[in-house]
């Protein structure tokens, strides 16, 4: 039995990286303005350098951004056995959305852009977390029920509090943040693509190592108590490590939702729920998803460009009013 799930497990994850890989390798050469094959083999300018300085960043960026929204979606889920857990549900979100808008409308250095933005959305996704632990030393056992109710509050003083600095703003920064608020896809350079992988990879493959934890934690606190699991220290542990994919990730792309909700939801019907084998699909095929959402959003009306947000929001409003409807 435990080959066979090892087995499954490794053939999953070959599978859902080749997806991943293809997604990487053939969305880039998609677009409104097509490119010149020949060119690229011959690497020829311009067309070279828009797939390698443009579109080929903008891919990678995409996988991991999908990557990590779909395993902290997964990891909520197991952590609240909740369907409806998300970074989105949770406030987690939010949180760091605001956290990025203050930076925003605050910062004017560029060289100090990134981080400082980056240090707001993670100090934003942290404020969450401490509220989560809160609840948890309060209470004596965590409720989902009350964690997304509290989601929910979040979700809505953070919003008010987004569009009272937007407000506030002058036109060019009142611009800059309703364009980011969109949540959107942009190249980036490839240093900080490795900053990100720095800190997204480490975190994700932590939380595909404690796999086997998140199945005992999933049937229930009293259940994996009773086998010798500290479920309080533990769901500190995935709660910090959810937020900080998320914090992470939305200070560079800003707010995209519903990923943490789609992927794990298909993924699921697909190969099941043992956490051994849905992480690691959720981590390439949230990947993969995404950066299959971007180049719609950038093709589709070519030369206008939707933002990629709009499009997971557009996807991923009805599934969530389904769920609903299902419960």
Same mark, same amino acid.
């Given at each position: 039995?435990?080959?066979?799930?090892?087995?499954?497990?490794?053939?999953?994850?070959?599978?859902?990286?080749?997806?991943?890989?293809?997604?990487?390798?053939?969305?880039?050469?998609?677009g409104g303005s097509g490119l010149d094959y020949g060119m690229l083999l011959r690497q020829e300018r311009p067309d070279w350098n828009i797939f390698v300085q443009l579109r080929l960043p903008r891919a990678l960026l995409a996988l991991l951004t999908g990557a990590a929204l779909a395993v902290s979606g997964t990891l909520f889920q197991a952590l609240l056995r909740d369907a409806l857990a998300t970074p989105s549900s949770l406030g987690v979100s939010a949180a760091a959305s605001l956290g990025a808008v203050i930076a925003i409308s605050t910062n004017i250095d560029r060289s100090t852009f990134f981080p400082l933005v980056w240090l707001f959305a993670l100090?934003?996704? #942290?404020?969450?977390?401490?509220?989560?632990?809160?609840?948890?030393?309060?209470?004596?056992?965590?409720?989902?029920? /009350?964690?997304?109710?509290?989601?929910? #509050?979040?979700?809505?003083?953070?919003?008010?509090?987004?569009?009272?600095?937007?407000?506030?703003?002058?036109? /060019?920064?009142?611009?800059?943040?309703t364009h980011w608020l969109m949540g959107g896809i942009d190249a980036i350079e490839y240093s900080t693509l490795g900053l990100l992988a720095l800190v997204t990879i480490p975190v994700c493959v932590w939380i595909l190592v404690r796999a086997r934890t998140w199945n005992v934690l999933s049937y229930g606190e009293a259940w994996a108590e009773g086998r010798g699991v500290d479920t309080r220290s533990l769901s500190i542990q995935g709660f910090i490590a959810g937020a900080l994919l998320t914090g992470t990730l939305t200070a560079v792309t800003g707010p995209i939702g519903f990923v943490g909700l789609i992927v794990p939801h298909l993924l699921r019907r697909l190969v099941g729920s043992d956490h051994r084998v849905l992480l690691p699909a959720a981590l390439f095929g949230g990947g993969a998803f995404l950066v299959v959402c971007d180049t719609i959003s950038r093709s589709v009306l070519a030369p206008i460009e939707i933002p990629v947000g709009v499009t997971t929001a557009l996807l991923g409003g009805p599934f969530f009013v389904w769920l609903l409807w299902k419960r």
């Open positions: 039995m435990v080959d066979h799930l090892r087995t499954k497990a490794l053939g999953t994850l070959i599978l859902f990286a080749a997806v991943a890989l293809a997604a990487v390798a053939i969305c880039p050469l998609v100090a934003g996704a #942290a404020a969450v977390i401490i509220l989560v632990a809160l609840l948890g030393r309060a209470n004596k056992r965590f409720s989902s029920f /009350t964690l997304l109710l509290t989601g929910i #509050a979040i979700n809505g003083v953070c919003s008010a509090a987004v569009l009272l600095l937007n407000s506030l703003a002058g036109i /060019t920064k009142s611009f800059q943040i």
